[in-house]
């Protein structure tokens, strides 16, 4: 009789187990069952890609152990490296961007002069990869209630799409870092410009040894591509939120101010007013939606 109910517990155990095993099983493949929707590459192929000068294998750094944004490692060193054109942030949500927490192939070209500046490789970014596994790392329940426990590593998939993790970014040459463009405002025909809109019209500034000039401008217009957003990207009421052009053009100071543009780049991070929420938003980039909404029209 002992042995009987010694034997049954033994199979209700053994069942419990299969049944819990079938659950992560089935959870398992219920979160790898999405849609993809950027597949990540194998390690062995990102180190084939590097090359110098032309793609390297990078990281988030730990702010307590090293400066910058970004590391890649040479001869078992980890060396800052600095990203400029299509970085990973600007697509990614934190969840992804931990310190040594997941791993990026980047393929472009070293700034040679800038990293000469700057006193390490400065890197413009053409594209990215995110190389297998893929981590995440929600944070604490209460600050984002939607948790994931079981979750692709070798994809971003449509979870990570509606839920704004990864919310792809049209990219163009009109952003320019800060760092960049310290770096080009000491080169003669470069400007730093500020619009700030008064509540009937657009005013624009020459800054200019910290000092704000008034301006009048010609040529080829960064309003001509963002129209009515300059009212509320930049107004009086939100002073905490300046933003500013890096141009390069021709400047005539005769009797009143005027500078005439060739080319503007929009200065990284910018803030404008976001529909989707009662405040302003930090962007690093342009969105599909935002392209939709008419934030930016592609004109130059």
């Given at each position: 009789?002992?042995?009987?109910?010694?034997?049954?517990?033994y199979?209700?155990?053994?069942a419990?187990?299969?049944?819990?095993?079938?659950?992560?099983?089935?959870?398992?493949?219920?979160?790898?069952?999405?849609?993809?929707?950027?597949?990540?590459?194998?390690?062995?192929?990102?180190?084939?890609?590097?090359?110098?000068?032309?793609?390297?294998?990078?990281?988030v750094?730990?702010?307590?152990?090293?400066?910058?944004?970004?590391?890649?490692?040479?001869?078992?060193?980890?060396?800052?490296?600095?990203?400029?054109?299509?970085?990973?942030?600007q697509?990614?949500?934190?969840?992804?961007?931990?310190?040594?927490?997941n791993?990026f192939?980047?393929?472009?070209?070293?700034?040679?002069?800038?990293s000469?500046?700057?006193?390490?490789?400065?890197?413009?970014?053409?594209?990215?990869?995110?190389?297998?596994?893929?981590?995440?790392?929600?944070?604490?329940?209460?600050?984002?209630?939607?948790?994931?426990?079981?979750?692709?590593?070798d994809?971003?998939?449509?979870?990570?799409?509606?839920?704004?993790?990864?919310?792809?970014?049209v990219?163009y040459?009109?952003?320019?870092e800060?760092s960049?463009?310290?770096?080009?405002?000491?080169?003669?025909?470069?400007?730093?410009?500020?619009?700030?809109?008064?509540?009937?019209?657009?005013?624009?500034?020459?800054?200019?040894d910290?000092?704000?000039?008034?301006?009048?401008?010609?040529?080829?217009?960064?309003?001509?591509?963002?129209?009515?957003?300059?009212?509320?990207?930049?107004?009086?009421?939100y002073?905490?939120?300046?933003?500013y052009?890096?141009?390069k053009?021709?400047?005539?100071?005769?009797?009143?101010?005027?500078?005439e543009?060739y080319?503007?780049?929009?200065?990284?991070?910018f803030?404008?007013?976001?529909?989707?929420?009662?405040?302003?938003?930090?962007?690093?980039?342009?969105?599909?939606s935002?392209?939709?909404q008419?934030?930016?029209?592609?004109?130059?």
């Amino acid at each position: 009789m002992k042995r009987i109910i010694k034997n049954g517990i033994y199979v209700f155990l053994l069942a419990m187990i299969l049944i819990l095993l079938c659950s992560v099983g089935n959870k398992i493949r219920e979160a790898n069952s999405l849609p993809i929707a950027l597949p990540a590459i194998e390690m062995r192929y990102a180190k084939r890609m590097v090359k110098r000068d032309e793609c390297y294998i990078i990281q988030v750094t730990n702010p307590e152990k090293m400066e910058g944004q970004y590391f890649y490692e040479e001869d078992g060193e980890k060396k800052p490296i600095a990203l400029l054109g299509k970085d990973p942030r600007q697509e990614l949500s934190y969840i992804f961007m931990g310190s040594e927490q997941n791993k990026f192939l980047v393929k472009g070209y070293v700034i040679k002069d800038f990293s000469e500046y700057v006193d390490q490789i400065v890197f413009y970014v053409e594209d990215w990869e995110i190389i297998k596994p893929v981590k995440r790392d929600y944070g604490y329940k209460e600050y984002r209630p939607e948790q994931r426990f079981y979750y692709p590593k070798d994809c971003l998939d449509e979870y990570d799409l509606i839920n704004g993790d990864y919310h792809p970014t049209v990219y163009y040459d009109i952003f320019m870092e800060n760092s960049e463009g310290n770096y080009y405002l000491k080169k003669d025909g470069y400007y730093k410009i500020e619009p700030r809109w008064n509540g009937k019209s657009l005013e624009w500034y020459l800054i200019e040894d910290e000092k704000k000039i008034p301006i009048d401008l010609k040529g080829n217009l960064p309003e001509y591509s963002f129209d009515t957003i300059l009212k509320n990207i930049h107004s009086y009421e939100y002073e905490e939120y300046n933003n500013y052009f890096i141009v390069k053009g021709k400047l005539s100071k005769n009797e009143k101010n005027v500078l005439e543009i060739y080319k503007w780049w929009l200065e990284i991070p910018f803030s404008y007013n976001d529909t989707n929420f009662d405040g302003k938003s930090s962007c690093y980039g342009f969105n599909h939606s935002d392209l939709e909404q008419g934030v930016y029209k592609r004109y130059r």
